[in-house]
């Protein structure tokens, strides 16, 4: 039962690059986020989707997006990487809305150079 | 605009003391309220959450207390022990809409020395 697994945990990126973060869940949940965690600025959501097949913004979508083909993947990409897009990548996955509790991911650690 | 504030940052408690951290929102439609905690290097995990039917809940040495009025709401841990230094965040969310999203609160790193 391994919950929500991200990958890669660590990625390091030249400015201009892009790359695709990959999340999972074996619970069968139907809705799932992607937060980035910064210093002092808590946990701030950037895509959401409630269900396979949907996605919506959040709080920080800018720079990003996502696709979630499957329900069980929710895939996040950063078209042209930027350094202020340095940060801890969490994913988390609930079974319907936020009263049911999230489980999250270990996260990815992402640095822009 | 930060709709959940919470304070302090950081806190450094004694083994056996009470650690308490404070929350504010500021929208009245939150009717869910979780605190979750992190240790370094891993995700955020659900630690105990209170609805605003509510005044106080208590699980183990972990209590939320809840004010409406003022919309306040605060985590105490009873008998802190160095196990829970940990990052604690609150968060809010309201189930109106189509999806209920949490809205998170910026962190509290707690210490608890020897």
């Known amino acids: 039962n391994a919950g929500v697994t991200q990958t890669p945990k660590f990625r390091v990126l030249k400015t201009g690059q892009s790359m695709t973060l990959l999340c999972a869940q074996d619970?069968?949940?139907?809705?799932m986020y992607w937060y980035r965690q910064d210093p002092g600025m808590g946990l701030r959501l950037i895509h959401y989707?409630?269900?396979?097949?949907?996605?919506a913004k959040g709080e920080v979508p800018d720079g990003y997006n996502v696709s979630r083909l499957k329900k069980q993947n929710f895939l996040l990409g950063l078209e042209s990487a930027a350094p202020s897009q340095t940060s801890v990548y969490f994913c988390?996955?609930?079974?319907?809305?936020?009263?049911?509790?999230?489980?999250f991911g270990s996260g990815t650690r992402l640095t822009v150079v | 605009q930060q709709q959940v504030k919470q304070s302090p940052q950081s806190l450094i408690v004694q083994k056996g003391g009470i650690s308490i951290i404070n929350c504010a929102y500021e929208?009245?439609?939150?009717?869910?309220f979780p605190w979750y905690q992190q240790f370094p290097g891993k995700g955020p995990a659900l630690l105990i959450a209170?609805?605003?039917?509510?005044s106080e809940k208590k699980e183990g040495r972990f209590t939320i207390s809840f004010n409406k009025s003022a919309k306040q709401f605060s985590l105490h841990i009873m008998d802190s022990q160095p196990g829970d230094s940990a990052t604690y965040f609150c968060?809010?969310?309201?189930?109106?809409?189509?999806?209920?999203?949490?809205?998170f609160g910026t962190g509290t790193r707690l210490q608890v020395t020897l």
């Open positions: 988390a996955s609930s079974y319907r809305g936020s009263g049911y509790g999230y489980t």
């Open positions: 619970m069968n949940h139907e809705y």
């Open positions: 989707s409630v269900g396979e097949g949907t996605t």
């Open positions: 929208n009245t439609a939150f009717d869910y």
């Open positions: 209170i609805r605003p039917d509510v």
């Open positions: 968060a809010a969310s309201s189930n109106t809409g189509t999806a209920s999203k949490l809205t």
